[in-house]
């Protein structure tokens, strides 16, 4: 009993710290917002295959495509691109990017290398940026390494050699896909990631990375965090290397094969007494009609209450019926109307009659085709040494507008990679972070107590106390502790009653004291005195997350451009 004493008071103190915290007020910072947004400035990469930012010298190489509809004069591609700034959190000032900007419509573009890239001469490191301005309920924002030599307009029947990015309508994932041509047969084999991981769905921009080493093994990596790693050998559908043997198609299993373990005894028979025509259930010949059942009564009644409408027509309604309802006299009875015997199990049942099952003596176990040699088996042990590649595309089908590609890199650099994500996605995000706290609905301000509003507070600040004993005081009661306490004869269990009530006491004179504590060091303040807008961990985190624009300078970057907000509450920019 002096456990679940224990237990009570810990529980009432803990529901009393809790309207304590619950009572507290968040202080909102309503200083003005204003930040700053790095200025873009090109960041330079040697060594590439491609590297593209979507400034004026390169914007040119893209082509959308003309692709016709199969049979058809009509542009299967009719979706539009546009090459310009984001729209919707913008984390760089005058950072353009290849934006789509048709909800519900097919997209193709590509852009072609200056030169063929080969990846058995080093691997292959791909990696480029996606910003979902407006979310993605359904569609894609991958990118294709198209497979040289491309030639005519571009479409998804246009040769790839690596599909690579999120893809998502229902459950989102990061496509990774290669092509793999067959030294035997010349045919294209898709293979595709097993398990890939799951592609962030938000506002920011975020940064895919693959690379393909030189000894098969992969990584995938989203923001700089590797989220998936193996080798190309043992972790794509289907394996690229077929097995060696297969079964023999012309193979057939003889007619006289046996291969059921088990079977019916041939020598068994049907005992004489056995019935298989009696019934599941029978009639219970021993049930009697239960006491006060109304045979006479029936279960549904006319309703005494209802009254033909004024407007009905017998020659054109019918003839007019009052509404049946249940019988009131059944409500108490256990029934009314004809009573019927109730069914139960016929314990002669015995079902149909099968023979037992005995081993079959002719068994030979399960068939299975004999093994043949593969005619179509080879193994390819370098797999990294794909096609060379000549284009890069994007050829998507989308719900939603406002996907960006920005930043796109190839080559056989992972190092290089690395650099271009610290020194200009790792910036772009941080500012984006910065303005979208900075855009977010702010608390409104709490009103700080006078002197006059003092008395109100102490006395609702008592009345808690009370409330709360009386609810220690009722879950004491509910738990059988009060009507222990009345039956205890030594009085040890009313002492230590006492001693926690007095101790209850105390430190609810504690609180109460702190409380006016509090209450006259603001009464006390200053009216001119305004509290800190935000504690100095709110500070630091605010420095962290506007520290994009500082980072930025590793690319080139100069402030210059600030974000803030309007009364509406869109984001608007300030010189």
């Not at 002096?2 to 200083?31: C, F, G, P, R």
């Not at 913008?90 to 063929?116: C, Q, T, Y």
């Not at 041509?181 to 938000?202: F, K």
């Amino acid at each position: 009993m002096t456990y679940k004493l224990s237990l009570l008071v810990l529980l009432a103190l803990t529901a009393h710290a809790s309207h304590e915290n619950s009572d507290a007020s968040s202080k909102a910072d309503d200083s003005d917002i204003n930040i700053k947004l790095p200025e873009f400035s090109p960041y330079s990469v040697s060594g590439a295959a491609l590297w593209e930012q979507f400034v004026d010298e390169t914007e040119t190489r893209w082509k959308s495509s003309n692709a016709l509809k199969e049979g058809d004069e009509v542009a299967r591609y009719d979706g539009e691109w546009a090459i310009e700034v984001p729209q919707i959190l913008a984390g760089i000032a005058g950072d353009k990017g290849l934006v789509v900007k048709s909800a519900a419509h097919h997209h193709a573009i590509s852009a072609r290398l200056d030169e063929p890239f080969d990846p058995s001469k080093g691997g292959l490191v791909l990696q480029y940026e996606v910003k979902l301005q407006q979310d993605l309920k359904c569609g894609g924002a991958y990118i294709k390494l198209l497979t040289s030599p491309s030639s005519g307009e571009f479409s998804d029947q246009t040769p790839y050699t690596i599909m690579f990015g999120p893809d998502k309508c229902g459950d989102g994932k990061v496509h990774l896909i290669f092509r793999h041509r067959s030294p035997v047969t010349g045919e294209y084999t898709e293979h595709h990631l097993d398990q890939p991981p799951t592609p962030p769905i938000d506002g920011m921009t975020h940064v895919y990375t693959v690379v393909i080493n030189t000894d098969n093994t992969f990584t995938l990596s989203i923001d700089g965090t590797e989220r998936r790693s193996g080798t190309l050998l043992n972790d794509f559908v289907p394996p690229v290397n077929p097995p060696e043997e297969i079964a023999d198609p012309d193979d057939k299993k003889p007619e006289d094969w046996e291969d059921n373990e088990k079977i019916s005894d041939p020598d068994a028979t049907k005992p004489e007494d056995w019935n298989e025509d009696a019934p599941l259930m029978v009639l219970d010949e021993d049930a009697v009609i239960p006491d006060g059942w109304l045979l006479e009564e029936a279960l549904l009644v006319d309703d005494p209450k209802a009254e033909k409408p004024s407007d009905w027509d017998d020659d054109e309604d019918g003839e007019w019926s009052a509404p049946q309802i249940p019988n009131p006299l059944c409500a108490d009875a256990p029934g009314c109307g004809p009573w019927e015997r109730p069914l139960k199990r016929n314990p002669e049942y015995v079902g149909k009659w099968h023979a037992p099952l005995i081993d079959n003596p002719r068994y030979k176990g399960e068939w299975a085709p004999r093994q043949i040699r593969n005619p179509k088996y080879f193994e390819d042990k370098d797999l990294y040494k794909l096609n060379k590649i000549d284009a890069v595309g994007f050829e998507l089908w989308t719900m939603q507008a406002g996907i960006t590609f920005d930043n796109i890199y190839l080559g056989s650099s992972a190092e290089t990679a690395a650099r271009i994500s610290e020194n200009v996605w790792k910036p772009k995000h941080a500012s984006e972070v910065a303005v979208d706290k900075a855009l977010r609905p702010k608390a409104p301000p709490v009103p700080k107590p006078g002197l006059k509003d003092i008395p109100a507070m102490v006395k609702a600040r008592i009345e808690d106390i009370f409330v709360s004993i009386i609810d220690f005081y009722a879950l004491a009661q509910d738990a059988g502790v009060v009507a222990a306490l009345k039956q205890e004869r030594s009085g040890a269990f009313a002492a230590v009653m006492a001693v926690c009530a007095l101790g209850w006491l105390v430190w609810n004179a504690l609180l109460l004291g702190g409380f006016l504590l509090g209450l006259g060091r603001t009464a006390s303040a200053p009216a001119s005195t305004s509290t800190s807008a935000a504690s100095g961990k709110q500070k630091a985190e605010d420095k962290d997350e506007n520290s994009g624009a500082n980072d930025a300078k590793a690319s080139g970057s100069n402030s210059g451009t600030s974000t803030g907000v309007d009364k509406s509450g869109a984001a608007v920019k300030r010189k």
